[in-house]
Each structure stands twice: as structure tokens, then as C-alpha cells.
């Protein structure tokens, strides 16, 4: 399988805040070229090839690369057929060799539902393969940057950005009392700041005690109810923390080597979030009290 092509130069994007569901944590919204149209995709390190509408198919330069389920747990039965493209751009960079696939329309249409904007697609976790990617919430910038000139190893928060081949994921390790509770999903196509896994020990120990209540999480694969339980200890997640007690999803998940997922809120929350593919390494920075 060809692999995508990495930035030569800084590229820096606008962020367009997109409705999720809760007000005050939104979805990271980029708008991306193709000939002729400028598409709004909304950003999710959590899927792991871009997402198109099938109205688009006719659009894009496809290449046919194979058939295979997309991960990870997107509810789908049945396999996809992944495509690479050198149809998009951001900000002028062409996005070589993009991994998309298609489905219906109708599969974008709730993201837009109650705001009026619509969806065009889902880009995935591979623009993390092609620099240095920096998200400055409070600025409403993305930032990619060539590997080379990467600032990831000169941050105080750092932590571990683990790749996961077969899945095509990211995920991260949270600690508590300097004890390593396992890999979450990073996944800012989730509007949950935490999820923790029904069968994990935060989740288990979470579930000592009656549910706080049920709420409605919301990915582009559906909304869905899910128990909300106190945080039964604190997390570190390099300098960000989640605070004992307060409020998380808990849910089943397919993937046991999962711990659970970090959502979207987390990147608004933070002064800026650095993922590097090349360093195996992340940082959560968080502004200064």
C-alpha cells in the first residue's frame, strides 16, 4: 500500500467550530479542495480513512486499493471498498495518496441537524501521517508541519502517541498516582470528554456505584445512551488532568486492548494539542492558571 505524502512546508488552516451535540464542545470543523468545490469535513482521529459522501464519488480521482472493515467499531456489517486519492487540498497542500471511502448521503445529514451547515465528509487519522499536527483551540488554527522541523521533543507534557497498525488509530496512555491505566482511543469524533470501557479497571471500579444518570453520545456513527458514573480517581494525561469524581461516560467496547477514549473536548480544552506520527510522541499543553 502506497503511503501519504508528508508537508514539505507549514501549512495552516482555519478551524471551523461544528456542532456535536453540546454546546460548548464542538467538533473541529477544515474546509478541504477538490476541483471545482470547496468540501467541510469535520476532523476525526478516530476513524481510520476519510470519510466522503457517495454524491462526491464522481468528483475525485479514485484508485482502487482494497476491501476492508473500517475501524475502529464503526457498527458497519460487511467490508468497504478504500480508495487512494490525490484529489484534495489543504490550504494548497494535495493530500497524495488520501485512504477514503464513501457512504450515503443520508449518513452525514444528522451531524447537521438543528445547525443548517452540511457535512461533506469525515477526514481521518492519516493527516497525522503527514507532519507535525498542532490544534490551537483557542487561536481556531491547525497547523501541520514537516517532521524535521518538529517541536514535540521540546514540550514539557509529552506523552506517548501510540500507533495502532491494524486498526489505523491513535491512542494514549492516561495514569493515576503515577500508575499506567492503558490505552485510550484518541478520538475528536466523539463530543465525550471520557469514555472509560465497561470491563476496564476504571470502568469496573466507576460501576460500583449507581449511574449518575444516562446521557446521549454522539459520533458521525449515531447517537447513542450511555451511562454517566464519577471518575473514581484522578487522571493525568501529560499536564491535563480529570479530576476525581467528576463526570464520565462508561460504555462497552469492542476492543479490549482499549481502555476506553479521549473526546473532542479535550482539544478545546487544552492551549494546544501536538501529535507526531514520526516521534511517537503528544502533548497536551494546558494554559498557564
Known sequence: MEHVTTASREITAPIRPLPSGFSDVPYIGLELGIPGKNLLLLLDTGTSVTLLRESLRTDVDLRKVTEGQIEPGDGDSGKQTIYFTSSMDLDGFQLRNEPITFF?????????????????????????????????????????????????????????????????????????????????????????????????????????????????????????????HSLPTALALGKYLFKSESRVFVEERSDSRLKGSIGVPIFWNCSRVVLNHEEQLAAFEVAEQ
Open 104 to 228: 450515503s448521503d443520508e449518513r452525514f445529514e444528522y451531524l447537521a441537524q438543528g445547525s443548517g451547515t452540511r457535512i461533506d465528509g469525515i477526514l481521518g487519522c492519516s493527516v497525522l501521517k503527514r507532519g507535525e499536527i498542532e490544534i490551537d483551540g483557542p487561536q481556531k488554527l491547525l497547523t501541520i508541519r514537516p517532521f524535521e522541523e518538529g517541536r514535540i521533543t521540546s514540550l514539557p507534557s509529552r506523552v506517548p502517541l501510540i500507533f495502532i497498525p491494524d486498526s489505523n488509530s491513535y491512542a494514549v496512555p492516561l495514569e493515576s498516582d503515577s500508575e499506567n491505566q492503558g490505552r485510550f482511543l484518541l478520538d475528536s469524533g466523539t463530543n465525550a470528554a471520557l469514555i472509560l470501557a465497561r470491563d476496564s479497571r476504571l470502568g469496573k471500579e466507576a460501576r460500583k456505584t449507581p449511574p449518575l444518570s444516562s446521557t446521549e453520545c454522539r459520533t458521525w456513527h449515531g447517537t447513542y445512551s450511555v451511562e454517566v
